[in-house]
């Protein structure tokens, strides 16, 4: 795991809490048809890699859009990452106490594909609608596709996320995406967050575990949890879709784990 204890880790064997339902079966097949349908399964593994290598090896170049310039690129982030994070963020929510409880909106800041906001709206008993924010059109319209696939009430808009507004009873969710914010974006939001949780409202952050690829981990961490929040580390064992776990092995990678720290405030 990271370097950072964080709180419990929460795992579980290959085969729990990963169903690949009917909904998740229909919406990677629908990915893997459109993704594959201008682009060779080799040339989405390729770009794969280079996704990889940029999350991992060149950070700094998140900020100006590096992760989705170029069709490749995309289409690798939409069929190999959105199910990844959809599978860890249905886990997560499912598994923190009181984060299924309902409101009556999930807002998804920096949304990508629209995976984290539909896994936590899907495992809501009181299905929420889903307002995602990206700054990528591309990512807005995959959005819109993924909140259809999932039967959820979804709206997804193109817009700097620290400047989102959100309405005061939702459930926030920011997946992979402070990360990418420069500091004066990232120091603006932490606030607007702020005041949201101590007026009742939820939030979820989830980041990878690699400490240095979130240096301002711990101060949001200390803020978050004076205002009653938690912070958790996660490693998840579990049956991936099948074009996953070949896009995986195709470009070098391993994620029969899935790994994940999240800082959690729970709705009020
Ligand atoms: C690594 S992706 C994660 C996407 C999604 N949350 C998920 O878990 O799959 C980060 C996303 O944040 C978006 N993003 C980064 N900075 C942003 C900003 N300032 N405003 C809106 N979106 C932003 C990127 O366009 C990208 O779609």
């Known amino acids: 795991m990271g370097d950072d204890p964080g709180g419990p880790i929460a795992a579980r064997s290959p085969d729990a809490g990963g169903a ?122 995959e959005a819109r596709a993924t909140y259809r696939a999932f039967h959820l009430r979804g709206r997804a808009q193109v817009g700097d996320l620290v400047r989102a507004r959100w309405p005061e009873r939702s459930a926030i969710v920011a997946a992979y995406a402070v990360n990418e914010l420069p500091p004066p974006g990232r120091d603006a939001l932490l606030p607007r967050l702020l005041s949201h949780v101590e007026r009742g409202g939820a939030l979820l952050i989830v980041e990878p575990v690699a400490g240095q690829a979130a240096p301002w981990w711990a101060s949001w961490r200390a803020a978050l949890e004076t205002a009653g929040g938690r912070a958790d580390m996660w490693r998840l064992a579990t049956a991936l879709p099948r074009i996953v776990q070949k896009l995986d092995r195709a470009a070098g990678l391993d994620h029969r784990e899935l790994t994940a720290r999240t800082l959690f405030v729970a709705p009020r």
């Open 20 to 141: 690949i339902d009917s909904d998740l079966t229909a919406w990677v097949d629908d990915l893997e048809t459109r993704h594959l349908s201008d682009l060779t399964f080799h040339e989405v593994s390729r770009a794969l890699r280079a996704l990889s290598a940029t999350y991992v090896e060149r950070r700094e170049t998140l900020a100006r859009g590096a992760a989705l310039s170029g069709a490749g690129k995309r289409a690798a982030f939409a069929l190999f990452y959105g199910p990844l994070h959809f599978l860890l963020v249905r886990h997560i929510v499912e598994s923190l106490p009181d984060a299924l409880k309902a409101a009556p909106t999930i807002v998804d800041l920096g949304c990508g594909t629209g995976a984290a906001g539909a896994a936590w709206a899907r495992a809501c008993e009181a299905r929420p609608e889903v307002t995602g924010t990206d700054r990528h059109p591309w990512a807005a319209d």
